[in-house]
């Protein structure tokens, strides 16, 4: 795929051919419309081409595809050429139908309701094919809206990470399109300037512009028409400029569609932050800069972090990247809210990250003795805290500190297993602690003095989650008023 095929897609329901293959369905019904305008029978045009009625049926109910010489006679015989036959669009509003049943018959939703097809056909009244079509669409529209649920985006988050798991987090293809891109620009070291992210744009054809009021649920918005990226003012303070211009950018290199679905949406989320990482930790010198700081045995995620001017959870995540495929170390990472919900989470080392029956980290407690948890509690928000957890998956040794954001206060932490501890600064530290998680012994129910005192004596006002109660936000990019959007870009034509 390349950047020039980054586009809206137009599939209707049922789905659509590959782009080299023959669109039977929409030949068979431009074949019918222009053999019915010229007047002919499908015996009077057999005895035109000298193919059997039989044969031509089948053609055009998108059930054989004719071969090209068939096609150029059949072309002819109805005053047309190959080219009309083979267009995609169908003739008139009643081939649109007539196809899209069609399709929507041949797919997989239709086959599972073991329903008896409906033969498409010229008699069948126009009133019967929408009424058919239109209960088709309406189908299709509610199961998606059953889909977007938290339990999709749970089960769409555990395919991910098990995909990530499974490559140790590390994509070579991803890392060898960012150093391309960084050659190109001939950014060879140091921290990633604004300057340089400008000039990347550049490169790839792209002006920038920023302004007051982007569409309140974007961080940014690519205007592939007129080749301009629109970015905020600096008035967010969670997310790095410069990240959020990269992923708009590695959304066009990476040759991205509309989503089809939540786990595609997830996926491309997924690798353009990895692709934007890639740029501005460059994967040559931010592993020249690890394995120096591993042979000194003084790794430590706040260098990484001061050494290329990221945050610490984007130098934690790079870590994460590299630290398998280049360092010979197995990690684990997690972003935990002060409430001690699990909201980022990745892990290639064993440890044993509580999760529910379908296999989702995302939003679950994390264990009350765990660094992530305990460091909330440390007074000296200035540097990383280290400590030892002892675990039923093992010992670990875990490095976190916290870090403010319009959601709340969060942790971010990265851990290893004991054996790999030697290598980091920190790994001196006295604090331990023991986890017997998943035994809700451990944290989950309250020590038995505190129940016996105040047991049946408190009733707490518990705050509503009402996010709990609601579908994922609909649309093809979640949350997205596209609405908004479109008029947006419709007041800044310039």
Not at 305 to 328: I, K, P, W
Not at 387 to 394: I, L, S, W
Not at 476 to 491: I, M, N, W
Request: a negative charge; glycine letters at 6%; charged letters at 25%.
């Amino acid at each position: 795929m390349t950047p020039s095929d980054w586009t809206r897609s137009t599939t209707p329901a049922g789905g659509q051919p590959d782009d080299d293959a023959v669109d039977v369905i929409a030949l068979g019904r431009r074949l019918r419309h222009a053999r019915k305008n010229r007047g002919l029978t499908l015996d009077g045009l057999g005895e035109l081409v000298g193919a059997a009625p039989s044969q031509l049926s089948l053609i055009e109910n998108g059930k054989r595809e004719p071969k090209l010489s068939l096609l150029r006679q059949l072309a002819a015989a109805v005053g047309t050429t190959v080219d009309e036959l083979l267009a995609s669009a169908p003739p008139n509003r009643r081939a649109a139908l007539e196809i899209e049943l069609e399709r929507a018959q041949r797919g997989p939703l239709y086959e599972s309701l073991g329903l008896p097809r409906v033969r498409v056909s010229t008699r069948l009244p126009l009133d019967v094919l929408e009424s058919l079509v239109g209960l088709q669409r309406e189908l299709e529209r509610r199961l998606e809206e059953q889909a977007a649920t938290p339990e999709e985006a749970r089960r769409a988050n555990t395919e991910i990470r098990a995909e990530m798991r499974k490559c140790n987090n590390y994509y070579p293809e991803l890392e060898r399109q960012a150093q391309e891109l960084l050659d190109a620009v001939g950014h060879t070291s140091g921290p990633l300037s604004h300057h340089v992210a400008a000039d990347l744009a550049d490169h790839l054809g792209f002006s920038l512009r920023f302004v007051n009021n982007l569409p309140h649920s974007t961080r940014s918005l690519t205007d592939l028409k007129n080749r301009r990226i629109f970015l905020t003012h600096g008035g967010q303070t969670d997310h790095d400029p410069r990240s959020v211009l990269l992923q708009a950018l590695g959304h066009y290199v990476l040759g991205h569609e509309t989503p089809a679905d939540y786990s595609e949406f997830l996926r491309q989320r997924v690798y353009t932050n990895y692709f934007a990482a890639a740029l501005l930790m460059p994967q040559r010198q931010t592993v020249d800069f690890l394995q120096r700081a591993k042979s000194a045995k003084e790794l430590a995620i706040e260098d990484l972090r001061d050494a290329f001017a990221v945050s610490y959870e984007s130098a934690a995540h790079r870590f994460t990247n590299l630290a398998t495929e280049h360092l010979g170390l197995t990690t684990h990472f997690q972003k935990v809210h002060a409430s001690g919900i699990i909201h980022k989470a990745y892990e290639n080392d064993g440890v044993n990250f509580p999760s529910d029956h379908l296999g989702a980290i995302e939003g679950q407690t994390i264990c009350r003795s765990w660094t992530s948890r305990v460091v909330f509690d440390v007074p000296d928000k200035f540097r990383a805290y280290e400590q030892y957890t002892d675990t039923v998956a093992g010992t670990f040794w875990c490095t976190a500190r916290t870090e403010r954001h319009s959601a709340g206060l969060f942790s971010l932490s990265i851990g290893v297993p004991f054996e790999h501890v030697k290598w980091f600064r920190g790994r001196d530290t006295t604090e331990r602690s023991q986890s017997k998680c998943p035994d809700a012994s451990c944290c989950r129910r309250p020590p038995a003095g505190l129940a016996a005192a105040w047991e049946g004596q408190a009733w707490p006002a518990a705050r509503a989650n009402t996010h709990l109660l609601a579908a994922m936000p609909s649309g093809a990019f979640p949350g997205v008023d596209e609405t908004e959007v479109y008029r947006f870009l419709e007041a800044h034509p310039d």
